[in-house]
């Protein structure tokens, strides 16, 4: 496995929001964790990227115990988070936010990957060099996701990032999911879009109070009834 994690715990004072989760993301994996509204899914990922100390349990990426790393530790080793809300720079520049994401790594490929991004993202390619803050909330999500892609990492993680998207820029993120999958990155996707999460993920989890309700492959979540009800509005 490429990310390993036991029994996480996660409080907060006496608010235990991560109550002993474990889960795995594989090579090449797209793992998506569900949970309503203070399920403790940003505080799982807080967790992982190392700004929460976690108060029991272990974390291990590609091997190694990350469990107390500090976050440049584990966005050297490959893990890179697109915050919730995404977090970009407003009154920096499309070009600075990118160049933020590369802090860690050396010059070496860096203009390359740069241009990659902005063939990617053609959108951010024309505003390169105005603030982030004439992007639409779509174009911002996009910018978060290539500062994140330009620290070369090997695990995404990406904190609902469908949040307060139109339905034309959720359908164009989860597409880019999809393709940066395809190019052999590892997602663990946390979302609230639970169809369009389980559509694009292999397996998942789903949380409720800070535990683990259910976990399985993708196609068995969808199916599971409980799921259903709760999430996918059936009756
Ligand atoms: P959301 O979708 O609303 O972000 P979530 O599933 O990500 O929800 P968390 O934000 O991880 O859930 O919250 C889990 C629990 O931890 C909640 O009870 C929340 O009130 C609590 N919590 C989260 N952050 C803090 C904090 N900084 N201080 C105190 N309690 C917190």
Not at 38 to 44: E, N, P, Y
Not at 147 to 159: F, K, N, Q, W, Y
Request: overall charge neutral; aromatic content about 4%.
């Amino acid at each position: 496995m490429l990310l390993d994690v036991k029994d996480l715990e996660v409080t907060y004072g006496r608010t235990r929001a991560v109550r002993g989760v474990s889960l795995s993301v594989a090579e090449g994996e797209i793992v998506t964790v569900l949970g309503s509204n203070g399920a403790g899914k940003t505080s799982l990922l807080r967790a992982l990227q190392g700004a929460r100390k976690p108060q029991g349990g272990k974390i291990t990426f590609d091997g190694r115990d990350m469990t107390n790393a500090s976050p440049a530790t584990r966005l050297a080793a490959g893990m890179a988070l697109v915050p919730e809300g995404r977090q970009i720079f407003v009154s920096m520049t499309v070009h600075e936010n990118l160049l933020m994401g590369a802090y860690l790594r050396g010059e070496g490929g860096l203009d390359r990957d740069l241009d990659a991004i902005y063939e990617r993202f053609p959108n951010l390619a024309t505003r390169r060099d105005m603030k982030a803050s004439v992007l639409s909330g779509g174009e911002q999500q996009m910018l978060a996701v290539g500062r994140a892609l330009i620290s070369r990492p090997r695990l995404m993680m990406l904190d609902e990032p469908s949040l307060g998207l139109s339905p034309l820029f959720v359908a164009k993120l989860f597409a880019l999911i999809r393709e940066i999958n395809d190019g052999g990155l590892s997602i663990l996707l946390v979302e609230q879009n639970t169809h369009m999460a389980l559509d694009v993920a292999q397996r998942g989890v789903v949380l409720e109070l800070g535990r683990e309700m259910l976990s399985g492959s993708a196609a068995e979540l969808a199916a599971d009834p409980s799921l259903a009800e709760a999430y996918l509005g059936a009756a």
